[in-house]
């Protein structure tokens, strides 16, 4: 199982990027995904999950209305879309699944909101 982000970088308050993740080595379409974030001496944090058929999505309070998570089977890739960012917003955003009861992280990537 591997998990790899991409996408993230240094972005001017109000902002946009979209953060992608690529999964490999399990059965892609039939698990949730999900986004977290962890900010420097802040507990990691969920951002964003989508359903394995993208029937449902939920997302942070925080972060609502400015994401919008989305899936593509076929590429087995998860997309985390960010607008109007904000300082606050600057962390490592991961790439998370449980698969077969194990939990799958990718390595991370950066993102820093800043004039």
């Known amino acids: 199982v591997r998990l790899v982000e991409s996408g993230g970088g240094l972005v001017q308050p109000g902002g946009s990027l979209r953060l992608s993740c690529a999964a490999s080595?399990?059965?892609?379409?039939?698990?949730?995904m999900s986004w977290y974030r962890q900010a420097p001496g802040k507990e990691r944090e969920l951002v964003a999950t989508?359903?394995?058929?993208?029937?449902?999505?939920n997302y942070a309070d925080s972060m609502k209305g400015r994401i919008t998570i989305s899936r593509d089977n076929a590429k087995k890739m998860v997309y985390l879309q960010m607008n109007s960012l904000k300082p606050e917003d600057t962390a490592k955003y991961y790439c998370?699944?449980?698969?077969?009861?194990?939990?799958?992280w990718g390595q991370g990537t950066q993102v820093t909101v800043s004039s």
């Open positions: 998370y699944s449980k698969v077969l009861g194990f939990e799958r």
């Open positions: 080595g399990f059965t892609f379409s039939s698990y949730g």
């Open positions: 989508i359903s394995s058929a993208a029937a449902s999505t």
